[in-house]
């Protein structure tokens, strides 16, 4: 890349922003280059100034309350003229952003328009940018979803964001993205929210997009098996400053930089436990974990579900005419000391398997036995006993959490709400479970917005063990989280489970971080459970092809493998939306090893 011209030099950039003493400088003399057609990513854990570097290189920053305080960023256009982005006036600016330099968020929900139709938005950027007539831009609009790989393009230019799949909406971002014709695409974590067959799209897609273009992409994020997937080179930042740079194989083979190596080896890698068939819990700063031999199969289970059913009523003019197939007939248990890990992707019912558990769905039917009591139709004494001995931790920690409560009442509530402690003994409770969770009683006087997102899941955690439950669900708790934080919460999660016999029901699509905490593993898709046994024998020999679809689509922290995932099959799962006179048929399990099932159907490799 030496020989390239560069498109984008950053040097010495420094960036403040404003505190109650002064300016707070978050980038420290960062310097950064980029050629055409080449894709730097930039990794780091949260805080590190990642993001922040994007803004500052689309002058959003200026909307943030962020200044750029010294330093010069110079970009290249078409026309070979050069731009110091750090100086140049908004006017100038504007009509560099898009046709020039243009940028996919993190969360495509809250970049859309909820109320314009996803061809109105597009046709609006082709409009701006292009001075196209409203009959070209949307004709331009369907031309970009099919380069996108949306498939029927013109009836997608016709719904609204909240009708699209996660996948497909951040589609439509990389749409309106490359509308303009960029020479520069900042992918700000585009993938990080998204299930692993989706971002295995994503990522493919952008590569093909990039060598059809010749476009230069920053890619931002923490996932570095997604970096080995796409990047040419590596850029590390820490606390704001760039700490290790070089070529993608140089970085992985031979990283330089302590933080490089951290944040390396707290990389899940899928097939680490294959020759092992229990859990085991990550290898942090040099201690070596043992194996999670906490189940007791010999007692009765904590949790038995037997064909329950969430479905949910899809009305039009006050009238039913369909249904969403949500959960259908699944049928499960869980052991004292077990963690029963539901994957699949968005949409296969796994989240609304957990919240009908513990009702905040409603099913429509099916038995559930909590401790071998029937829990189905709730009376007030079951429903606080529910309550206490079911326990769920949530993905975002910050919405789960009241902004307005300190930390340590936000703990304490349980206790006070089942009645199991008052006054100073709540207070002595709280500041042991802060403990239990690696943070000190100093942190009961804080609020929410004053802990990091690490530790505001932990207090999530700590909040779930007040009550002391017998079962914790777990619903994406370490999606959101950086490596090196997901690595410790699941660490934490365990070691909890080995000292207090805790069962465990852990939601995820992170393949690689399901493969270390499950005993075992069941498959969800459409609603259904299609493969349920030990995790060794789901993993190893997965007898479903949607389940060897998953594990084919997780990123591997391997530059050499790269070129693995060319193969994946990418096509859309169908949507659980039933007309009301077609329900779905449920595959019936059958047996194809010890404790190991999978659905009829799939016998032979189809699903």
Known sequence: MASIPKLLEISGLRVAFPGEAGPVEVIHDLDLAVSAGETLALVGESGSGKSVTSLAVTRLLDYAGGRITQGRMNYVDRAGTSHDLARIAADEMR???????????????????????????????????????????????????????????????????????????????????????????????PTTALDVTVQAQVLRLLRQLQAESGMAMIFITHDMGVVAELADRVAVMRLGQKVEE?????????????????????????????????????????????????VRADAAPVLEIHDLTTRFPVRRNFRLRAQVHAVEHVSLSVQPGETLSLVGESGCGKSTTGRSIIRLEQPNSGEIRLEGADISHLTRTSEATLHRDVQFVFQDPFASLNPRLT????????????????????ERRVHELLREVGLTPEHAQRYPHELSGGQRQRVCIARALA????????????????????????????????RLGLAMIFISHDMAVVERVSHRVAVMYLGQIVEIGPRQAVFNNPGHAYTARLLAAVPIPDPAQRNRAMAFDDSEVPSPLRALDDPPIVAPLVQIGPDHFVARHSVGGRY
């Not at 819990?281 to 043992?290: K, Y």
């Not at 090196?484 to 999660?493: C, E, G, T």
């Open 95 to 189: 009509t560099l952003r898009g046709p020039e330099i243009a940028m996919i968020f993190q969360e495509p929900m809250t970049s859309l328009n909820p109320v314009l139709r996803v061809g109105e938005q597009i046709a609006e950027a082709v409009m701006l940018h292009q001075g196209l007539s409203e009959a070209e831009a949307l004709e331009e609009a369907r031309r970009l979803l099919e380069r996108v790989r949306i498939a029927d393009a013109p009836r997608q230019l016709q719904r609204y964001p909240f009708e699209l799949s996660g996948g497909m909406r951040q589609r439509v971002m990389i749409a309106l993205a490359l509308s303009c014709r960029p020479r520069l695409l900042i992918a700000d974590e």
């Open 246 to 294: 070089g070529g993608v194989e140089e970085i992985f083979a031979r990283p330089q930089h302590p933080y490089t190596k951290a944040l390396l080896a707290a990389v899940p890698v899928l097939g680490a436990l294959s020759g092992e068939t229990l859990p085991r819990a990550f290898d942090i700063e040099g201690v070596v974990s043992a194996p999670q031999d906490t």
């Open 407 to 426: 930390i340590g009442f936000s703990i304490a509530e349980p206790m006070l709400t089942h009645n199991i402690a008052k006054g100073a003994e709540a």
């Open 467 to 498: 009550s002391s439950p017998k079962l914790i669900i777990a619903d994406e708790a370490v999606a959101a989280l950086d490596v090196s934080i997901r690595a410790q919460v699941v660490n934490l999660l365990m070691g909890l489970q080995r």
